[in-house]
C-alpha cells in the first residue's frame, strides 16, 4: 500500500513505518552526537512509544547505554489499516538497540491494569534482575479499574467559562475557542486517569516483586506554562492531576523504599496528546517561532538528553519545589514577554509573521512518520 497521510483535525489516522523509523533513527543520532554520559543502567519506560517517553527510552540508551524495558498501547497494522505511529517506532527503537548491542523489550497492553504490570514484574525478573530508573509517561484518554469502571479525562477549565484566540488546525484560521468548566466528577476522572494514583500503584507492585535496585530514581512529567493558558492547563482539569502527580512523588519518597521520585516539568511540544488541547496549539506555534528566533527552541529529544545529561546527573537539579525544571528557556521572561506580545496582535492574516506554523505542522506530520525528505512515500508498504 501506497500510504498518506489522513489528518482528521489534531489526529492522523495513518502512520508511515519508514517515516517513524526516520524519526527515531534522528532521534538516536542526536544523542549519540551528544556523546557518552553517566546514567542509569536498567531502565523502566512505561508509556515510551511517542513523545517524551520515546525521548527517555532513547536518551537512556544511546546516551546511557541502559537496557530498556517499555510499556506501551500501540496497535498493530491490519490487511486495511496502518499501525500506530508508536507500534513501528517502537519496532526501529528495538531494531537500532538491537545493532548496538543493547537490551530492548517492549511490552504492549494496558498499563493501568494489574496484567500488565505483573507482567512487567515477571520480564524483569527473567531479564533484569533490578531496574534503576522507572519512568511514568503515560498520557492517557481513559483508565479502566480492575471493576470495570472507565474513567475519561476532559480538557476543561474548573473555573467558569475561558474564551481566548485558537487555531483551528482544520483550515489554520485564528477563531475564538471557549472552553467549559468541568463538573466536580469529570475533574476527579481526570484526577483518576492523568493523576499519580496509578504512578503509586506500579511504585508498589515493583517495591513488592523486589525488582527495584536499593537505590532508584523515578520519574513523572508534568506542564505549568505561562499565565495565558493557566485556564486550560495549569489550573484546568489536567492541572489538577498533575498537582496529584507532584503530591504522589512525595507519597512515593516517603513509602517505597529506596525511592528518589521526581516531577520534570518539561516544554510545550506538539505531541498526540498535547495538541488536542485547545487554544495550546497556538501557543506552541507563536513559541516555536520565538525560540526558534532566539536559538532556544528544543524538541522531546533536546529536551531529555537535557534531563539526563544535566539535571539528573549526580545529585537531581531542582527548584525550590522539588522539581525539575526543563521548562527554563520556554519561562525565560524574554521569551514569555514576545510571546504575550505576539499574541495580542496574531491573527489569521499575519499568522506565518506571528507563529511558527510551517515548524508546528513539520512536528505533527513527523509524529506519524510523514514529512522526511529522505523517505520514500511512493514505495509500496506491505502493511502485515
Ligand atoms: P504521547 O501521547 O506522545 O505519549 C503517550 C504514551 O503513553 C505512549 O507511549 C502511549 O502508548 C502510552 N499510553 C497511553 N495510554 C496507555 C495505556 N493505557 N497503557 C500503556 N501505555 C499507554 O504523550 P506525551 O506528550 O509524550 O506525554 C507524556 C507525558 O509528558 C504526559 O504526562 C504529559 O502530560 C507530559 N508532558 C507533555 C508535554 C507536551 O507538551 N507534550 C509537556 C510537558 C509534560
Excluded at 534522528?26 to 531502565?43: D, F, H, L, N
Excluded at 515477571?122 to 481513559?142: F, N
Excluded at 469529570?186 to 486517569?193: F, Q
Aim: glycine share 8%; net charge negative; aromatic share 10%.
Amino acid at each position: 500500500m501506497i500510504i498518506e497521510p489522513k489528518v482528521r483535525g489534531f489526529i492522523c489516522t495513518t502512520a508511515h513505518p519508514d517515516g517513524c523509523r526516520e524519526n527515531v533513527k534522528q532521534q538516536i543520532e542526536y544523542v549519540k552526537s551528544r556523546g557518552r554520559m553517566e546514567g542509569p543502567s536498567k531502565v523502566l519506560v512505561i508509556g515510551g512509544s511517542t513523545g517524551y517517553g520515546l525521548a527517555s527510552r532513547i536518551a537512556a540508551a544511546f546516551g546511557c547505554g541502559a537496557a530498556t524495558l517499555g510499556i506501551m498501547f500501540e496497535k498493530v497494522a491490519t490487511e486495511k489499516r496502518t499501525a500506530t505511529p508508536g507500534w513501528y517506532n517502537t519496532m526501529a527503537f528495538e531494531g537500532f538497540a538491537e545493532e548496538d548491542g543493547l537490551y530492548a523489550r517492549t511490552l504492549n497492553g494496558d498499563a493501568f491494569s494489574m496484567e500488565m504490570k505483573e507482567q512487567t514484574v515477571q520480564a524483569i525478573r527473567e531479564d533484569l534482575g533490578q531496574i534503576d530508573m522507572v519512568i511514568y509517561s503515560l498520557a492517557a484518554p481513559r483508565r479502566t479499574m480492575p471493576d470495570g469502571t472507565v474513567y475519561s479525562s476532559v480538557l476543561k477549565t474548573t473555573n467558569g467559562i475561558f474564551t481566548n484566540k485558537s487555531l483551528n488546525l482544520r483550515n489554520n484560521q485564528i477563531e475564538e475557542a471557549s472552553i467549559s468548566p468541568a463538573s466536580q466528577e469529570e475533574t476527579a476522572a481526570t484526577v483518576k486517569v492523568m493523576g499519580g494514583e496509578d504512578w503509586m500503584d506500579w511504585m508498589r507492585v515493583l517495591s513488592r516483586a523486589g525488582v527495584l535496585a536499593p537505590h532508584f530514581k523515578t520519574l513523572a512529567y508534568s506542564y505549568i506554562g505561562p499565565e495565558l493558558t493557566y485556564p486550560v492547563y495549569y489550573e484546568g482539569t489536567i492541572g489538577m492531576a498533575k498537582q496529584h502527580l507532584c503530591e504522589t512523588a512525595r507519597k512515593i519518597n516517603q513509602e517505597i523504599p529506596g525511592a528518589e521520585a521526581l516531577v520534570s516539568v518539561n516544554k510545550a511540544l506538539v505531541t498526540q496528546a498535547s495538541s488536542a488541547i485547545p487554544i495550546v496549539p497556538l501557543y506552541m506555534a507563536i513559541l516555536y517561532h520565538v525560540m526558534k528566533e532566539k536559538g532556544l527552541h528544543e524538541g522531546c529529544i533536546q529536551q531529555m538528553d537535557r534531563l539526563f545529561r544535566e539535571k539528573l546527573a549526580g545529585q537531581a537539579e531542582t527548584d525550590g519545589s522539588g522539581l525539575i525544571r526543563l521548562d527554563d528557556y520556554e519561562m525565560r521572561e524574554d521569551v514569555q514577554s514576545e510571546v504575550m506580545r505576539l499574541w495580542e496582535v496574531v491573527n489569521t492574516e499575519n499568522l506565518r509573521q506571528c507563529a511558527d506554523l510551517e515548524g508546528y505542522w513539520e512536528d505533527f506530520y513527523h509524529m506519524f512518520g510523514f514529512g522526511f525528505e529522505n523517505v520514500d512515500y511512493t514505495r509500496d508498504v506491505p502493511l502485515t
